[in-house]
C-alpha cells in the first residue's frame, strides 16, 4: 500500500508542486555541496604527547578493526574506549558512507554517541575533513527524514511503506492516465520487469551500489586460514547488513561494530554455531557462503 498526494485544486495542486520543487532543490544542493571520498585515511594522524588536555591511555586501540596497528599514542574518548586518530576517522568515515547521521562508538558492547566537536577534536581533523563531516551529517540527517521519493510521471510525492519493494504505485498518475503507472523506488525510472523485486528493476542501469560490491569485489586469501578458497572480500552482516571487509588476518571471525554480533566472514553463520563443527582458524564444515544477493535488514529487538 502506498500514499501520494492528490490533486485537490489547481491552487492547491500549484502551491504543493512549488513546495516539492523547492524541497527537491533543497536536498540537491546539499548533495552538490557534499563529496564523498571513498577511501579511508592513508596518511597516519599522531597525537602530541605534549597535548595537556587528551587522556592517554596505555590500552589497545578499540576502533582499530582491520588491525593495522596505528603508532600513535592511545587516547581515551568520553565513553572510555582508546582510540587513535586515524582509526577514529576512519571508523566515523565508515558510518558517514554508511549513511548514517550520527556518530556512534564500535567498540563492542557500547552505544555511546560522540558530538561532532568531540570528534573533530579527537580524530585531529583538518579543516576540509571537519566540512565534509558536517555537511555529510547534514545531508544523511535529511535524507533518513525524506521517507518519500517524486514521481517521474507527475512530480507528486509518494511514500513507500513496504520497504523490501522497489516497485511503487503511483496513485495520481494511475488516476490521470486510466491506467496503472508503476515506478522505481531506486532509479525513479518507469517500472520495467517483474514485482515485486527488492534488488533492481528491468532499466537498465538500475543497482544498488551496496549489492554492486558484494558482487565485484575480489576474493580474499586469508593469512592464517588454510584451505579457503573463493571468500568474497566483502560481506554484509548476515544480522544487521553494514558492510565488512576481512584484514586478512588473524581467525575467520568478525564482530560487526554496529550491531556487535560476532559471525563468520566464510560460512556466514553466527560464530557459536560455526565453532561448533569447525575450527576458528580451519575450512568450514558447510564450505564457503555464496556471494550475496541482498543487504539483510535489521530486525531491532
Given amino acids: 500500500m502506498f500514499t501520494s498526494l492528490g490533486v485537490i485544486s489547481c491552487y492547491a495542486h500549484n502551491r504543493v508542486r512549488r513546495f516539492l520543487v523547492a524541497s527537491r532543490a533543497r536536498m540537491a544542493g546539499l548533495l552538490h555541496s557534499v563529496t564523498l571520498p571513498r577511501v579511508p585515511t592513508t596518511q597516519e594522524k599522531c597525537y602530541d604527547p605534549h597535548d595537556p588536555t587528551l587522556k592517554f591511555v596505555d590500552k589497545e586501540d578499540d576502533l582499530d578493526f582491520l588491525y593495522e596497528g596505528f603508532k600513535s599514542l592511545r587516547a581515551q574518548m568520553s565513553c572510555g574506549h582508546a582510540v587513535t586518530p586515524t582509526s577514529l576517522t576512519n571508523w566515523c568515515r565508515r558510518l558517514l558512507e554508511q549513511g548514517e547521521s550520527r556518530f556512534v562508538c564500535g567498540a563492542f558492547g557500547c552505544s555511546a554517541e560522540w558530538t561532532l566537536a568531540e570528534v573533530c577534536k579527537m580524530a585531529l581533523l583538518d579543516p576540509q575533513e571537519t566540512e565534509y563531516f558536517r555537511k555529510t551529517l547534514e545531508f544523511n540527517a535529511a535524507r533518513q527524514r525524506l521517507i518519500t521519493r517524486f514521481c517521474p510521471g507527475c512530480g507528486s510525492a509518494v511514500t513507500r511503506e513496504n520497504g523490501s519493494d522497489l516497485n511503487v504505485l503511483c496513485k495520481v498518475c494511475t488516476s490521470v492516465k486510466g491506467q496503472t503507472f508503476e515506478f522505481c523506488w531506486q532509479c525513479l525510472k518507469e517500472w520495467k520487469g517483474a514485482r515485486p523485486r527488492k534488488d533492481r528493476c528491468g532499466n537498465r542501469g538500475c543497482c544498488n551500489q551496496s549489492l554492486k560490491t558484494l558482487k565485484e569485489c575480489p576474493d580474499i586469501i586469508f593469512d592464517s586460514v588454510k584451505g579457503v578458497h ?39 553463520k553466527i560464530f557459536t554455531e560455526c565453532t561448533t563443527t569447525s575450527g576458528i582458524s580451519a575450512p568450514c564444515s558447510s564450505g564457503v557462503a555464496p556471494r550475496q544477493t541482498s543487504i539483510p535488514v535489521w530486525q531491532k529487538k
Fill in 230 to 268: 573463493g571468500c568474497p572480500s566483502v560481506r554484509a552482516c548476515p544480522t544487521c547488513g553494514f558492510l565488512l571487509e576481512h584484514s586478512k588476518r588473524h581467525c575467520k571471525s568478525l564482530v560487526c561494530p554496529r550491531c556487535k554480533v560476532k559471525f563468520c566472514f566464510v560460512c556466514l
